[in-house]
């Protein structure tokens, strides 16, 4: 495909994040889970693609450079991570040991139920990376033989639906550590997790960054390995 014109990526650049502004505001209005801007964005511009009759790839190829922004969004998380360091020294092995551990069980899972649902190839490979945050998991993706469009729709709907449930899970147990809190939306939910957890305060937030930049780099290495064995 021919490299798009100036004025198309301008033209889709900017309806990508009008988009995101208007999504904003109807959550603005109506809080609800529904509404929140991960999902009304992408439905948003699906409407917009559809209706103007322009391809996916034509799109992806004006959008490119959004994509690329989530590597620097995702290093960004350092800085409160920083400044939370004596805390997360503290308490390194923990967070490690459960990293991994949750690392493995997103994998495993993801992999079983795709099984479960009969869902094979390329999407079921998708499905392995959607515990972690979206630059790793189109990466990881791309890498297994998945899509990496679609994995990125899968954590998507898995950073919604993870951080709705930790504040039911929140709020139905006992859980009042500031670590464990943390721990819970890295893990869970990723990006919107993470975001979720600072609402709580400054140490969960880091807990979470911390966890699921962890999470990222351990689904890196794992999920080709757990690809090849379960794929035999």
């Not at 991960?38 to 559809?50: E, G, I, K």
């Not at 459960?98 to 493995?104: C, D």
Request: aromatic letters at 6%; one cysteine or more.
């Amino acid at each position: 495909m021919n490299s798009p014109s100036v004025l198309s990526v301008v033209g889709w650049s900017v309806a990508t994040v009008a988009c995101f502004a208007a999504a904003r505001r109807i959550h603005a209005v109506w809080r609800h889970i529904w509404t929140t801007p991960l999902l009304v964005a992408p439905a948003l511009l699906l409407l917009l693609v559809v209706t103007t009759g322009t391809p996916y790839r034509q799109y992806a190829a004006c959008t490119g450079w959004l994509v690329a922004l989530l590597g620097p969004t995702t290093v960004a998380f350092a800085a409160p991570i920083h400044r939370q360091r004596a805390l997360l020294r503290a308490h390194g092995p923990v967070i490690l040991i459960g990293s991994v551990a949750a690392s493995l069980t997103s994998i495993v899972t993801s992999w079983w139920l795709a099984t479960l649902l009969g869902i094979d190839g390329s999407i079921r490979l998708s499905l392995l990376p959607r515990s972690t945050s979206t630059p790793f998991a189109m990466e990881i993706a791309g890498r297994i033989g998945g899509e990496p469009e679609l994995a990125a729709l899968f954590v998507i709907l898995t950073g919604v639906l993870g951080s709705v449930i930790g504040q039911r899970l929140i709020q139905a147990m006992p859980i009042h550590s500031s670590l464990a809190r943390g721990a819970l939306f890295g893990a869970g939910a990723h990006g919107v997790g993470t975001a979720k957890a600072y609402e709580l305060g400054q140490t969960e937030g880091a807990v979470a960054a911390l966890v699921m930049v962890m999470m990222g780099v351990l689904n890196v290495l794992c999920a080709p390995l757990l690809a090849l064995c379960l794929s035999h």
